[in-house]
């Protein structure tokens, strides 16, 4: 959806029309909930700050300036609330839930199901990679390359300069293959001992 239909559907809801609100929830529920639930690994609280973010922004919705995207500024109510979650967490999930491995796939060979379970591992492993970063650099990253936001998205969604958000997703892809290299080195010294 681009633009102009957000814009409608927001210029109809301040009109008094609120249900065109369900056409914005709609639209950006799954993009919403995989974010959150990309930032805590637990899909009850990406369920319930997704949930609050769509109440923030309609509450919010009069301050939405139209000149600008909606998704950025919906992210940005979005990320905030994820970022209350974790501050205030002492403990939050580390682990997704990935579905577990079938032994009985129905896959054609035996290298096929090596092959899939080597992409589940290695979607596990960048996985837990990714929950390791600081926040900011997780966010970063999460907009950038998981939703395929523009840098200039990112940097609105994250309310800094496009050169602020370059550099911090170049900070954590650098923290990224240092996690990863500590992770591949701690798994060939067990597997040699």
């Not at 395929?148 to 550099?167: F, Q, R």
């Amino acid at each position: 959806m681009d633009h102009l239909d957000d814009l409608q559907c927001i210029c109809a809801v301040l009109d008094g029309n609120v249900d065109a609100y369900s056409a914005i929830v709609e639209r950006y529920q799954k993009p919403i909930f995989n974010l959150m639930y990309r930032m805590t690994g637990s899909r009850a609280d990406a369920l319930d700050l997704a949930q609050d973010a769509f109440i923030r922004a309609f509450e919010r919705l009069d301050r939405f300036q139209k000149d600008k995207k909606f998704f950025p500024w919906l992210y940005t109510i979005a990320m905030n609330q994820a970022r209350n979650l974790l501050r205030n967490n002492s403990r939050v999930s580390q682990s997704c839930c990935h579905d577990e491995w079938e032994g009985c796939s129905g896959l054609d060979y035996p290298q096929q199901q090596e092959d899939l379970m080597c992409s589940q591992l290695d979607t596990r492993v960048l996985h837990d990679a990714v929950m390791q970063l600081p926040l900011d650099y997780r966010e970063a990253i999460v907009l950038r390359y998981r939703e395929e936001l523009s840098m200039e998205d990112v940097a609105e969604a994250l309310e800094i300069s496009v050169s602020g958000a370059k550099m911090r997703i170049h900070r954590g892809l650098k923290k990224l293959r240092d996690i990863l290299t500590a992770f591949e080195t701690k798994s060939n010294d067990s597997s040699c001992g």
